[in-house]
């Protein structure tokens, strides 16, 4: 019988009210589905902003809680939900901006809800930003990495604003024509990083075989 398919993640992480992110989360999907590897997985969109999580109340720290263990968190805890959902995967895409040289306060709040959600599971991480966003690209990794100990891979893309473009993403949420032609030049980035993912999620098949 043919096993099902690999679920990934792709994830939007600005919740602002006249957020890019969005739009972008949506230009690199569109981008995904042209990979060979496409039809081998099962690609989801996951908006943060949606979960409506409280500024950080957990009582304890989610590293002293294996998923086993019930959570400290009371019943109907939107941080329960955000949970629940990210366990439903096998890997993850962030698709994350810049804010102040680091990750959107609003997704490190969703991510310190976590921690054995990211563990071993592999990690992929796309930023935009007038630099492309590269503090917000290492926090994620070291975050997520080193920390949570999920396997980041190798490729970090970098999608930087044209020069005289980033007030139309900020105040409208939109991209103008120029960002998104250099960014059509970067298809072969975003498709080389999905394809380690996915090389990873083969390879625990593989080792999931051997053990059965
Ligand atoms: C609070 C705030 C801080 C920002 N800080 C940075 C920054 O440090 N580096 C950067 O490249 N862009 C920064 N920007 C510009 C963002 O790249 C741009 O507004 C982008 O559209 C934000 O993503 P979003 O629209 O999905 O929220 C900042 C924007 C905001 C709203």
């Known amino acids: 019988m043919a096993s099902a398919l690999k679920k990934v993640a792709l994830i939007t992480a600005s919740s602002r009210p006249t957020r890019a992110g969005p739009t972008v989360t949506s230009f690199i999907s569109k981008i995904l589905t042209t990979s060979p590897v496409a039809s081998s997985v099962e690609v989801e969109t996951v908006d943060v902003k949606t979960f409506n999580l409280p500024l950080f109340d957990h009582p304890s720290a989610p590293a002293m809680f294996p998923l086993n263990l019930p959570s400290p ?24 901006p810049e ?3 680091g990750l959107p306060a609003g997704f490190k709040n969703a991510l310190d809800y976590t921690y054995y959600e990211f563990t071993s599971k592999p990690f992929f991480t796309i930023s935009y930003g007038v630099h492309g966003g590269n503090f917000a690209n290492e926090e994620a990794s070291r975050a997520i990495g080193v920390i949570m100990k999920g396997k980041v891979v190798d490729t970090k893309v970098l999608l930087p604003w044209a020069r005289d473009e980033m007030m139309l993403p900020t105040a409208e949420g939109k991209l103008g024509p120029k960002t998104l032609e250099a960014w059509e030049g970067q298809k072969g980035e975003v498709l080389k990083g999905f394809e380690e993912l996915i090389g990873l999620l083969k390879e625990e098949k593989v080792a999931e075989e051997i053990a059965a």
């Open 73 to 96: 968190l009371p019943e109907g805890h939107p941080a329960l939900a955000w949970s629940k959902k990210l366990q439903t995967f096998d890997a993850y895409i962030l698709v994350t």
């Open 99 to 101: 804010y102040n040289g």
